[in-house]
């Protein structure tokens, strides 16, 4: 196997991502957290591919991690998420395929944490009152 191939089969799942990945970050500080720390995570393909056991898509998506390498201390210190817990959420945020094992995350949960800092700079709303008509 070589990296054409590890990009190839990485994009599939890039185009085929579900929007349910955002159901579940929303409700959780930890994995909104880690989602943010992965953005600005170096990661790379290793330089030897291990083999792919198959083309099952789970065992794909396994390969991939397998063979993407990142450092996890740091990104659970860059996530201020203990070691212990952090290990948890972030099999967590990989079994639901939100986070991509080349250092982007599911464009769905991307767009949805855009947009929710987006509305603490906004400020709150205030309702406008219709004029009554006499």
Do not use: C, H
């Not at 190839?8 to 799942?13: I, M, P, Q």
């Not at 720390?37 to 591919?49: C, D, K, Q």
């Amino acid at each position: 196997m070589d990296e054409k191939t590890y990009t190839t089969k990485l994009d599939w799942f890039k185009k085929n991502e579900r929007p349910e990945a955002v159901l579940r970050v929303a409700e959780d500080s930890d994995l909104i957290k880690i989602v943010i720390a992965w953005g600005s995570t170096s990661v790379r393909v290793r330089p030897r591919l291990t083999q792919l056991r198959s083309e099952y898509e789970d065992d794909i998506w396994e390969w991939l991690w397998q063979n993407a390498e990142y450092g996890s201390f740091s990104l659970a210190t860059r996530a201020g998420v203990s070691q212990y817990r952090f290990d948890e959420k972030l099999a967590v945020l990989i079994g639901n395929r939100v986070l991509y094992p080349d250092g982007t995350v599911n464009s769905f949960v991307e767009r949805y944490l855009r947009e929710k800092v987006l509305r603490l700079f906004e400020g709150p709303k205030t309702k406008s009152r219709k004029a009554a008509v006499v």
